[in-house]
């Protein structure tokens, strides 16, 4: 397998995600939607809002929600939900 044959030490380590499981957590994230977090890219000397912006390309493409729904289909803005 694959898995089995990965260098232990090339993986990422499971508390890299503390951080951002922590602001998803928070009443900070409330409002956000459609967007993706790539720990690996959280950057701790940040605050939490802009290592969640850094870090959270779209989960989709917007142009794609318009395309299927129409204009007034719900898009994800850089931190929060916002309508087209």
């Known amino acids: 397998?694959?898995?089995?044959?990965?260098?232990?030490?090339?993986?990422?380590?499971?508390?890299?995600?503390?951080?951002?499981?922590?602001?998803?957590?928070s009443d900070a994230s409330d409002k956000v939607s459609g967007r993706r977090f790539i720990a690996a890219k959280w950057n701790a000397a940040l605050s939490a809002e802009q290592a969640a912006q850094a870090s959270s390309p779209p989960a989709a493409w917007s142009s794609?929600?318009?395309?299927?729904?129409?204009?007034?289909?719900?898009?994800?803005s850089p931190i929060h939900v916002t309508k087209v």
């Open 1 to 25: 397998m694959a898995a089995e044959a990965a260098d232990a030490g090339a993986l990422l380590q499971p508390d890299i995600m503390r951080e951002p499981i922590v602001w998803l957590a």
């Open 64 to 76: 794609y929600a318009i395309r299927v729904f129409g204009r007034g289909a719900f898009t994800a």
